[in-house]
């Protein structure tokens, strides 16, 4: 059985930083064959691809609101992925996923979309005061 677990989320002041990590267990293919993402949700709103890495860190994908002060980054030995975010501000709070899949010739932002994912994590939630 598939998992994916996400940590490492919490309460920090606006301008400071956190780091989420995600690992995938159970998955049926090599951890580095898969894309995995972060996804985000805040009270009332649509679901937000944040980033993704595709493989073994061929395409890179981050919104625009983040891009500047977000990393992805994977340790595949560790069938982990983590999201580095840096310069946090208040409307970056949201309940943050990871979700893991294995889309074909799909590459760049189309990788944030949710619809690529199949496997997901039940979330952290990431809290910025101002």
């Known amino acids: 059985q598939v998992q994916v677990v996400e940590s490492g989320g919490g309460l920090v002041e606006a301008g400071g930083s956190l780091r989420l990590s995600c690992t995938a267990s159970?998955?049926?293919?090599?951890?580095?064959?898969?894309?995995v993402g972060w996804f985000r949700q805040a009270p009332g709103q649509e679901r937000e691809g944040v980033s993704c890495?595709?493989?073994?860190?061929?395409?890179?994908a981050y919104a625009d609101s983040v891009k500047g002060r977000f990393t992805i980054s994977r340790d595949n030995a560790k069938n982990t992925v983590y999201l580095r975010m840096d310069s946090l501000k208040p409307e970056d709070t949201a309940m943050y996923y990871c979700?893991?899949?294995?889309?074909?010739?799909?590459?760049?932002?189309?990788?944030?979309?949710?619809?690529?994912?199949?496997?997901w994590g039940q979330g952290t939630q990431v809290t910025v005061s101002s």
């Open positions: 159970g998955l049926t293919l090599t951890f580095d064959a898969y894309t």
């Open positions: 890495s595709r493989r073994s860190g061929v395409s890179i």
């Open positions: 979700a893991a899949g294995s889309p074909l010739g799909v590459y760049g932002n189309r990788l944030l979309e949710s619809q690529y994912y199949n496997y």
